[in-house]
């Protein structure tokens, strides 16, 4: 579905990805980007969804290549990105926020509503609250909701459980696996051990450049994995 080929981009002058490649494959349920701070996993991120763009090399997504596409062709196509600032309208109510969330998708709006509250039902208790007045896990639950409601066939989030207590970090990650029974998520993580646990596959970026992918079980069997950011 996205393949990623031989990409490097740039801030200015400043190369933060380097000769990267990946591939994400309809048959994924959660393909997870890990890697330390500054290693340009939210730079990815920013580049799928068409906000940046590589300097050299490919992005095919569903089968079409993207250097021609604005990030809002990118939505319509399917590709939808949950920012790790959340972005969220601060001053709108839950409501209004979902309902941007749908700006691609107005027709169904009424039946996707539904089916994101079903699945987040304190969007609906909140839904004439202030997203600024929520707290941090609602806020992060609305950001999710909101990626939704524009019928993502790949959702990707920037480190969803950032900031977050353990217990509601918890809460998150089985709402995504719940999400992932239907849609493809890519899950940018900083904690390696629960990107495991989750994921189908695994890619660790470290200083721009793709330093080892596979599956869970390969990961653990990797001495470097192991020992730079699995204790014990
Ligand atoms: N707008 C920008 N202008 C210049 N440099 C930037 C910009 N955004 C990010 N960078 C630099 O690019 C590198 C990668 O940043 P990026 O945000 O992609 O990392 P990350 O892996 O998402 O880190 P974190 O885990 O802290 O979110 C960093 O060195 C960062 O300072
Ligand atoms: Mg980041």
Redesign the pocket.
């Known amino acids: 579905m996205i393949s990623v080929e031989d990409i490097d981009v740039h801030?200015?002058d400043?190369q933060?990805l380097w000769e990267l490649s990946l591939e994400i494959r309809e048959d994924d349920s959660i393909v997870a980007i890990v890697?330390?701070?500054?290693?340009?996993?939210?730079?990815?991120l920013?580049t799928l969804s068409g906000v940046l763009r590589p300097t050299t090399g490919s992005i095919e997504l569903f089968g079409e290549a993207t250097h021609d596409l604005s990030p809002s062709d990118i939505v319509q196509r399917g590709f939808v990105h949950v920012s790790?600032k959340r972005n969220l309208f601060h001053d709108l109510t839950v409501y209004e926020n979902l309902r941007m969330g749908a700006y691609t998708q107005r027709d169904e709006f009424d039946e996707t509503y539904e089916e994101v509250t079903d699945m987040f039902p304190v969007l609906e208790e909140r839904r004439d609250q202030k997203a600024g007045t929520l707290s941090g896990g609602e806020q992060q639950m609305l950001a999710i909701g909101r990626g939704l409601m524009a019928h993502p066939t790949v959702l990707a989030l920037?480190?969803p459980s950032g900031a977050l207590a353990p217990q509601l970090a918890g809460r998150v990650f089985e709402k995504i696996d719940e999400i992932s029974e239907d849609i493809t998520i890519i899950l940018?993580e900083?904690h390696v051990d629960q990107a495991l646990d989750l994921s189908d596959r695994v890619y660790l970026?470290e200083n721009?450049r793709i330093a080892t992918e596979g599956t869970g079980a390969e990961m653990l069997e990797s001495d470097h994995v192991r020992e730079t950011y699995l204790s014990g």
Do not use: C, S, W
């Not at 890697?35 to 990815?44: D, R, S």
């Open positions: 801030y200015g400043l933060v890697g330390p701070n500054g290693a340009g996993k939210t730079t990815l920013k790790e920037d480190e940018i900083q970026l721009g």
